[in-house]
């Protein structure tokens, strides 16, 4: 297993290409599923879940170019298979969103149940929920939800008791397909979504509301075929904003997206950051240790929990007090006892992380546990007195394209290393 070994205390500085969004390259190639053309779709990042999702794709009988440049053709015409295995789908959640599509295209779907991971129970209860408001039959029968409906799925009001993010996604793409008009109420409003509806409706599909809270879908016969790229990752970005304010350097974050950062960004000014922005640039500046921010996680457009663990970090060598509370995953804590290993002050109460900031972290082995608990543990390394060893690393391939090659460029020392 790949581990990270990172000599900690160089200041990061210089300029940082920010990839193509993990959680919307996702959702996107898996509602190429509903179209009956070949689509082409560019940004995409190269990572471990675009990896899997492909093999899904592929285990569905459907082709692709494999990508090259970031980009690759989905030609969908060739679905042969109605069956997401427990194999593809354990390994990663957003597999749950190849549901919608293929019932909404096919009329038939039996799809693993992803199960929880490290940062909560996750259920899928609302994706299933919606798809029967809009006429599907659903069982959930040896680990896997059997979905099928006679004739078109119909549709449908719907309204989400929670919001969630891969539901909303999952619902909206089956409802293009469906006979009438579906309006999804209490719909999740991040930036990724409207991406997806973006991408929809460049296929012919007719989404209106995206990005608010209600979202209305006019169904359509079937969807074309087209060409899509996919918007840059802020989560990605946000990482790296952290870390240059971490190490008190001065990062550019290029081919980016200030607009879906206003939460991060009020946040990293409080933290003491000097921040510069322009149309696809976000620049980030500092000359001190970063003060204490408090921060409470919540739906877009408040702050984002994909960002909760590198604040965790931060907020670790800050001066002063600060507490971050997480209120969409009920186990997203578990980068704190790693952290604590590398001399951080922070206890949990419930659900709020409190942390006294300390002058120095020091270098340790700690593990990764999920993607951005992976993310604190890296900049808590950058910024340690000494070596720090990161293992488990398979978890931030997940959703980070070259991050050591990136941060290398921008002056950490950091080396992948096999064993
Ligand atoms: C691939 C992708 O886009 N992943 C993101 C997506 O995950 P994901 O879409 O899985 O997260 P949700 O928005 O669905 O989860 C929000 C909350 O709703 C609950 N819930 C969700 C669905 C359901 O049927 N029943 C239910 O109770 C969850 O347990 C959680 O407490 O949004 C999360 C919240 O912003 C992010 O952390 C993930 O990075
Ligand atoms: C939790 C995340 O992803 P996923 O939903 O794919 O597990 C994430 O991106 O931080």
């Known amino acids: 297993m790949d581990k990270f070994h990172i000599n900690g205390g160089h200041r990061l500085v210089g300029d940082v290409t ?6 919307a390259a ?7 599923v509903a179209a009956s053309e070949p689509v082409t779709i560019s940004n995409v990042p190269q990572l471990h879940d675009v990896k899997t999702t492909l093999k899904l794709l ?15 053709t989905i030609s969908p015409a060739s679905l042969q298979q109605t069956i997401a295995p427990y194999e593809l789908v354990k390994t990663m959640r957003a597999s749950i969103l190849v549901l919608g599509p293929l019932l909404a295209r096919t009329g038939k779907a039996e799809v693993s149940l992803p199960g929880g991971c490290a940062i909560g129970a996750r259920p899928v209860n609302l994706h299933i ?48 397909l469906a006979d009438g008009k579906t309006v999804i109420e209490n719909a999740a409003r991040e930036p990724e979504i409207i991406d997806l509806a973006n991408f929809l409706n460049t296929l012919g599909a007719d989404i209106k509301g995206a990005g608010t809270d209600t979202i209305t879908i006019n169904g359509v016969e079937r969807l074309h075929g087209g060409s899509y790229s996919v918007m840059p990752d802020r989560i990605e970005t946000g990482t ?40 696809d640039w976000i620049r980030i500046r500092a000359d001190k240790r970063p003060q204490p921010v408090n921060i409470i996680t919540a739906p877009h457009p408040a702050f984002p929990t994909d960002m909760q663990a590198q604040f ?71 910024v340690a007195k000494g070596q720090t060893v990161v293992e488990r690393i398979y978890h931030i391939d997940r959703g980070y394209e070259s991050i050591e090659n990136k941060l290398r460029q921008l002056g950490a020392d950091i080396e992948r290393v096999g064993s």
């Open 58 to 72: 592929q285990t569905l009988g459907i082709e692709h170019s494999g990508i090259t440049q970031g980009q690759v």
């Open 129 to 176: 929920e919606g798809l029967r408001r809009m006429g599907a039959q659903i069982t959930v029968e040896n680990g896997y939800i059997k979905a099928q409906v006679d004739g078109r799925l119909q549709g449908a009001q719907i309204l989400m008791d929670t919001v969630s993010v891969t539901g909303t996604e999952n619902l909206m793409t089956a409802a293009t």
């Open 26 to 32: 996702l959702p996107i190639l898996l509602a190429t």
């Open 312 to 382: 965790c970090a931060l907020n670790c060598i800050a001066d002063g007090s600060g507490w971050i509370r997480e209120t969409i995953f009920e186990n997203r804590f578990m980068h704190i006892p790693e952290l604590r290993r590398m001399g951080a002050q922070v206890e949990l109460e419930g659900n709020t992380a409190i942390s006294k900031g300390v002058l120095e972290l020091t270098g340790a082995e700690v593990m990764c546990t999920d993607l951005r608990a992976s993310a604190s543990l890296v900049i808590a390394g950058l």
């Open 18 to 23: 920010i990839s193509g969004a993990k959680n």
């Open 240 to 279: 790296f904003l952290v870390a240059g304010l971490a190490t008190q350097g001065d990062v550019t974050c290029r081919n980016t997206d200030p607009d879906c950062l206003d939460a991060v960004l009020k946040k990293l000014g409080e933290a003491g950051a000097h921040i510069e922005k322009g149309e």
